[in-house]
């Protein structure tokens, strides 16, 4: 193993272990370093490392902390990783989207309370058929994230978040190469959201996925 590695691990195993909690500052250098046996240039690649991850929070002049680890924060590094990819890995994202959302729908259906479905609600009759392409797509994006986090369910809620936000791109593209797709989004927002507040999670969980799976459709015909 790596000597970065190593103090990776035993950076993250003081966080696992509770020697560490989110918001604390690691010791000085000096002292950490000979707390875990470690050289201090390995030590100062590992907290780059986890700074880059969100991990670890580098505050010029005041120190090197805990952050928040909260999911949203750590799953930053997923969203810029995955922009990264072509069309052909985009397919693969939508596959696991599908099933993440679908699941969320199915969840939000048994657990969204009325503040949750009020602000879908909102959402949804927020955008209209004359909307362009680029409001569609935040008002897509924020009904999506509104299912998520009436689950309850902040990791679920986090991923879903950090992999909607890398199909931007295909919805645009879907958009403006269909004429009925406004039309067809928000009339499946509607259906999904009727499924959710009516507490039938098979019926939300299967219009869900036919609603990702009309963008995986569409992109691999444009492959």
């Given at each position: 193993?790596?000597?970065?590695?190593?103090?990776?691990?035993?950076?993250?195993?003081?966080?696992?272990?509770g020697?560490?909690?989110?918001?604390?500052?690691?010791?000085?250098?000096?002292e950490?370093?000979?707390?875990?046996?470690?050289?201090?240039?390995?030590?100062?690649?590992?907290?780059?490392?986890?700074?880059?991850?969100?991990?670890?929070?580098?505050?010029?002049?005041?120190?090197?902390?805990?952050?928040?680890?909260?999911?949203?924060?750590?799953?930053?590094?997923?969203s810029?990783?995955?922009?990264?990819?072509?069309?052909?890995?985009v397919?693969?994202?939508?596959?696991?989207?599908?099933?993440?959302?679908?699941?969320?729908?199915?969840?939000?259906?048994?657990?969204?309370?009325?503040?949750?479905?009020?602000?879908?609600?909102e959402?949804?009759?927020?955008?209209?058929?004359?909307a362009d392409?680029?409001?569609?797509v935040?008002?897509?994006?924020?009904?999506?994230?509104?299912?998520?986090?009436?689950?309850?369910?902040?990791?679920?809620?986090?991923?879903?978040?950090?992999?909607?936000?890398?199909?931007?791109?295909?919805?645009?593209?879907r958009?403006?190469?269909?004429?009925?797709?406004?039309?067809?989004?928000l009339?499946?927002?509607?259906?999904?959201?009727?499924?959710?507040?009516?507490?039938?999670?098979?019926?939300?969980?299967?219009?869900?996925?036919?609603?990702?799976?009309?963008?995986?459709?569409?992109?691999?015909?444009?492959?």
């Amino acid at each position: 193993m790596a000597v970065t590695d190593e103090a990776i691990l035993k950076i993250k195993e003081m966080i696992i272990q509770g020697a560490l909690a989110p918001g604390d500052r690691l010791p000085p250098e000096k002292e950490l370093s000979e707390r875990l046996g470690l050289s201090r240039s390995s030590l100062r690649e590992a907290v780059k490392a986890l700074e880059v991850i969100r991990v670890l929070d580098v505050r010029r002049g005041d120190g090197t902390y805990v952050t928040s680890l909260e999911p949203r924060l750590l799953l930053e590094a997923m969203s810029f990783v995955v922009d990264l990819h072509d069309d052909q890995s985009v397919l693969e994202i939508l596959a696991v989207r599908r099933v993440l959302e679908a699941h969320a729908s199915a969840l939000a259906a048994r657990h969204a309370g009325p503040d949750d479905l009020e602000h879908l609600r909102e959402v949804v009759e927020s955008v209209d058929r004359a909307a362009d392409v680029e409001s569609l797509v935040a008002h897509d994006l924020e009904f999506h994230r509104g299912i998520a986090e009436s689950t309850g369910n902040a990791y679920l809620a986090s991923l879903i978040d950090s992999l909607s936000s890398h199909t931007v791109r295909a919805r645009i593209w879907r958009g403006i190469t269909q004429e009925v797709a406004v039309d067809r989004t928000l009339a499946e927002h509607h259906q999904i959201l009727d499924a959710i507040a009516a507490g039938d999670a098979d019926l939300a969980h299967a219009l869900t996925v036919v609603h990702v799976s009309g963008v995986e459709q569409w992109l691999r015909s444009a492959l």
